[in-house]
């Protein structure tokens, strides 16, 4: 699409037909790229979407899960994203316990895993959701690092050993308690999940006993290396935060001073919260990204029937290439006034599940791997804003100014592409998604548009 801005006359174009047929060489790669300079006789200033726009669903590598704040539990089915399941890992040690805190005809009750709700969740509610509580069958250990990392396979989430969104510890076969619920996630209510009474007369005993494994926090992981949230197999269809305040309570009761029986509690906290981490998967079989894995990390939008996809915690996003961009930048007779991207929403991809409201661009190396978060100078922004929806096409749209990109794809940016992703916090602490359109997908396309002018005419 070409936009006439200025006229000039019919000879003034022919005197210069040379300077612009080398102009419409380089923007004419393909069909899709190509700039029509069209019938009509006269150019100065022009704008275009036509620019070669390539666009896929890439899956990150892995996305750093540990000491977030919030402890991500709960399986949905997503029928553009597949079977999503998030499971939650840490540790407890014994809070202010010594064998001075019973009084000598204490006796053990119950015990119990206290949880409460960070407010955050991500999918039906209203369906009974399960979670099953397993004990670890080792520590919660960092692993090794390898090294230090070549300069291509460093990216914005690299820096010193933590936990991922695959990392996992093996747990006991056998559960240690389960609960099903109706969550709550708005309330300041508290989750309590019953334990084995069996596990919990165990602590019970080694309090009473002033044991050092109640005193050394380094024993007490020993011996009680940990907890695993799991969700259910099929109960639920949401995702469903904690906050990183999980607490193993034991109760006990003794006889007062004044001959009546009085209840307490014991607590076990969680401890080290940078060892607190959210695994989450995804059965991707029955969709359109079934192919797509660590080994094949990219899938092209015309094998997802052009649409494209981000989801956090996963760590989907849509990779946007722009191939033949820097000749255009490189022309010394084309000043760049303007670019902005426009990315659509497909109609009814808005629901169950809203767009999120804002997201960001990383810019990527050749291996794919998020190297900054883009920011354009001229206006300072660094996230994209979803726009109202059209009423009368029903697609809602995204856009970021690119200007400062396109002016520079040829030198600072040369072998970049784009990841349109969630904002990092989200990318790491969420498993919310968007559906997208891709460069050829007709209802919501995702486009570059060009404002232009050709200099000495």
Known sequence: MLKIVKPLGLSSILERCSIFSNLFLLLSCSKQDSIGLGQDASLSSAITDTVTVQTSTLLLDSLPSAGKGVMLVGRMEDPELGDIRAASYFQVTPTEITASS????????????KLNYSGYYYGDTSVTQEIDVRQLKARIALPSSPGVPEPEEEDVFSGSATFYNRSKVPYEEMSMGAVRFKPRPGSKDSLMIRLSNSEGSKL????KSASSVITSPEEFLDYFKGIALIPGHSAGNAVIGYKDTAEVKLYYSYTGSDGLLKRAELKFGLYNNSYQFNNIEADRAS????SISLANNLTEAGQTSERTYIQGGIGLVTKIEMPYLSYLSQRDKTAINKA????????GFDKPFTPPAKLILFVANKNNRPASILTDSK??????TLNRKDEVTGVSYYTFPLTDYVTHS??????????????????????NRAVLGSARNPQASIKLRITYTNLNL
Do not use: H
């Open 102 to 113: 019973l009084p000598d005809d204490a006796r053990f009750d119950s015990v119990r895993l």
């Open 287 to 290: 969709t359109n990204l079934r």
């Open 340 to 347: 902005e991207l426009i990315i659509g929403v497909p109609p």
């Open 379 to 384: 206006t300072q922004l660094s996230q994209l």
């Open 204 to 207: 019970f005993s080694l309090v």
């Open 410 to 431: 040829g030198t600072t940016y040369q072998n970049t592409s784009l990841l349109l992703s969630l904002p990092v916090a989200d990318l790491e602490t969420s498993v």
